[in-house]
């Protein structure tokens, strides 16, 4: 049974900082790319970012290139967001989701499995 569990969400004023972690168990999580989507009111999920099974590669969406970072620690079995310089634009709900790949995608359709979210939202 796989399952993808994010936190770290919250409130934060504009400028700030927030650090998201996914968690994963019921996989094999280093052969799994992983990547972090995000869902704001009125709108289709897109993609923020992504990280290859090994972090030798990482994608990032353009909206949020150079405030935000993906990493992961396969022992710990967890991907984090580190979100800096937050935006009122950043408020979303924001999912991890595990792909059966070598390299970081942005395809919602190459992810095979989804956390159930976690809220960030951005004051102005």
């Known amino acids: 049974q796989v399952q993808l569990v994010e936190s770290g969400g919250g409130l934060v004023q504009a400028g700030g900082s927030l650090r998201l972690s996914c968690a994963a168990s019921?996989?094999?999580?280093?052969?799994?790319?992983v990547g972090w989507f995000r869902r704001a009111p009125g709108k289709e999920r897109e993609f923020v970012a992504a990280?290859?099974?090994?972090?030798?590669?990482?994608y990032y969406a353009d909206s949020v290139k150079g405030r935000f970072t993906i990493s992961r620690d396969n022992a710990k079995n967890t991907v984090y967001l580190q979100m800096n310089s937050l935006k009122a634009d950043d408020t979303a709900v924001y999912y991890c989701?595990?792909?059966?790949?070598?390299?970081?995608?942005?395809?919602?359709?190459?992810?095979?499995?989804w956390g159930q979210g976690t809220q960030v939202t951005g004051s102005s």
């Open positions: 989701a595990a792909a059966s790949l070598g390299w970081a995608t942005s395809d919602r359709n190459d992810y095979s499995y």
């Open positions: 990280i290859s099974r090994g972090a030798d590669t990482t």
């Open positions: 019921g996989l094999t999580f280093s052969s799994y790319a």
